[in-house]
């Protein structure tokens, strides 16, 4: 078995810096860090996470609370937290609010007490519709160390990790104005959330922006349906969602483009638009909002507004276990901002 005595003596380096450099510590340069860790992966070193635990007083695990893990979207956060969690050394515990603030608190409780060195947290719907957060202050006032991702509140000073969602809705509006489109709608089932609703601000501006005015008859908002379970959300996508998309768009007077606040809404409307017989993207481009796989539900291929959740979870592990080896009593925080981007797909 590989041990840092023996990668210091093939670097040629103290065991100190090999230590150091196996964690990432700011007090070793980038090339030494690397080098260090290119080795140690060649040779299949394994740290011994007890004695690791035992010397730094840490439990080298992170605790991570997700609204919803049958949301592809943060199925696919967790996988990009699961990798950087790997290769910075730490473990994690990951619970799922359900979008309830009762069961955020509870797990609040579980991992703030001691048993991890930081959490991970994009809100439930309820915690933010109720607009109360005094469970995460006193997370925060035990000195745990917190980022918050995707869905924050302001109200919190922590790290946080987003992409900027006002702005992917409004600069898709422009591109699609800049491609001749005079009536663009838009469709949102996630009104009820913050990020549902700097989407449908990011669209409304857009639209007065560009075209003088926001149309109310050129968006279509169907029933919220984060909070019910993953079979009847699929009945209704398929039943009342989609009645109410076909009415949209055969009955929306000089429709020549749709923009969908989520990919499902989407993929139905390209659906229905091919069932309709008008020509896609000639005719009608439609834009989604999620990732590519999802996308390939459709015919055409749906157009999609891609957040990257796999570099949000990576980057929001990068951020925490920065905070948990900070000896800074600096208290400024972050907020970065991750860039979505569009492409994918023939309905555009």
């Known amino acids: 078995m590989i041990t840092l005595k023996q990668l210091a003596k093939e670097l040629n380096v103290s065991v100190s810096t090999v230590s150091k450099a196996m964690n990432n510590s700011e007090e070793i340069s980038t090339d030494t860090i690397n080098r260090v860790q290119k080795l140690a992966t060649e040779l299949n070193y394994k740290r011994n996470k007890i004695a690791l635990s035992l010397k730094s007083n840490k439990t080298l695990t992170l605790g991570v609370i997700l609204p919803d893990i049958l949301n592809r979207f943060y199925a696919k956060v967790l996988y990009g937290v699961q990798i950087a969690a790997e290769e910075l050394g730490y473990d994690i515990i990951t619970f799922f609010s ?56 302001d109200k919190i000073s922590c790290d946080k990790v987003i992409i900027d969602d006002f702005d992917a809705i409004y600069n898709e509006v422009k591109s699609l104005a800049k491609m001749g489109r005079k009536r663009i709608g838009f469709i ?142 600096d208290n400024s925080f972050v907020t970065e901002i991750i860039q979505t981007s569009t492409g994918g797909g023939s309905s555009k």
């Open 98 to 153: 359900r979008e309830s603030m009762s069961k955020e608190i509870d797990y609040l409780q579980i991992i703030g007490s001691g048993t991890v060195d930081g959490v991970l947290l994009a809100l439930s719907e309820e915690t933010l519709n109720k607009n109360e957060f005094s469970h995460i202050k006193d997370l925060t006032l035990n000195n745990t160390p917190l980022v918050m991702l995707d869905r924050i509140t």
């Open 188 to 329: 949102t089932a996630i009104n009820n959330l913050n990020v549902g609703q700097f989407r449908s601000n990011g669209y409304r501006k857009a639209s007065i922006d560009f075209f003088g005015k926001c149309d109310e008859e050129l968006i279509l908002k169907l029933a919220h349906q984060t909070n019910i379970s993953h079979i009847q959300n699929s009945e209704y996508y398929r039943t009342s969602a989609h009645k109410s998309i076909e009415q949209f768009i055969a009955n929306t007077a000089g429709l020549d483009a749709i923009i969908a606040a989520d990919n499902i809404s989407g993929i139905l409307a390209v659906n229905i638009g091919s069932k309709l017989n008008i020509d896609i993207p000639k005719d009608l481009s439609i834009v989604g909002f999620g990732d590519k796989l999802t996308s390939m539900l459709s015919h055409p291929q749906l157009t999609t507004i891609n957040q990257h959740a796999v570099q949000i979870g990576k980057r929001s592990v990068e951020l925490l276990i920065k905070r948990i080896n900070s000896k800074s009593t």
